[in-house]
């Protein structure tokens, strides 16, 4: 997994500031899993703030180009990359595919939309990655279908160790624009975290299900 080095810190500046990303210790948010967490992302909001929009489009694009080339297509993951995905393939002047979160239930029955051509390279498009397990679903799908991944780019990642063991085995290169510690390291220095708090955010990520444990 890689990021973006410095521009990483604006982007968590970003979406902390829209609450695309909410952080709540004492009253944490549960997962569709039941799982506690302090943390909250939706970085659909970005999509709302045109300059932070365009802001990201040209950070994935930047990140694109250093780390997987020139793609013959942009593929996005149904709901969260399809917008991204789309505005970033519009901007290259490149073909756009999505790929459903499941195989759709009329008509052609499509896992993939768009027209991807046998060994075409494409670059996944997503929003975030937690578990990874979407994500690399979408990239499975793609590569059965004849396409070549040259990567996967999302805004944001948790850097969980299971999402980093999930790439790795599905042999499939990721960056980020940015992740949850940087994430932190822009909370604490706006104050929108105190330290204590810091201490309780950084044993979640290592530790979810325990840290979850204990606020029930």
């Known amino acids: 997994m890689e990021n973006l080095g410095k521009s990483s810190l604006k982007v968590a500046e970003y979406l902390l500031q829209i609450k695309a990303i909410k952080l709540s210790i004492e009253k944490p948010f549960t997962w ?70 499941s195989v759709k239930g009329h008509g052609l029955q499509n896992k993939i939309e768009g027209e991807l051509q046998s060994g075409q390279s494409v670059v996944v498009i997503e929003d975030l990655i937690s578990t990874g397990k979407s994500s690399l679903d979408a990239v499975e799908a793609i590569r059965k279908a004849g396409g070549r991944v040259n990567g996967l780019a999302a805004i944001f990642t948790y850097g ?57």
Not at 85 to 97: E, T
Not at 198 to 208: A, F, G, H, V
Request: charged letters at 25%; glycine letters at 6%; hydrophobic letters at 35%.
């Open 32 to 101: 569709a899993s039941g799982m506690k967490s302090p943390i909250y992302c939706d970085n659909r909001k970005t999509l709302s703030y045109p300059t932070i929009r365009n802001f990201l489009r040209q950070e994935f694009i930047s990140g694109i180009r250093d780390f997987y080339g020139e793609p013959d297509v942009i593929a996005g993951v149904a709901t969260g990359g399809i917008a991204l995905g789309a505005v970033i393939a519009d901007h290259l002047g490149k073909p756009f595919i999505y790929v459903r979160s």
């Open 160 to 216: 969980f160790d299971k999402a980093n063991k999930a790439f790795e085995d599905a042999e499939c290169r990721y960056f980020t624009l940015t992740d949850y510690r940087t994430m932190l390291v822009q909370a604490a220095n706006d104050r929108y975290i105190n330290e204590n708090d810091l201490e309780s955010l950084n044993y979640w990520r290592t530790d979810p299900e325990n840290w979850s444990a204990n606020e029930n």
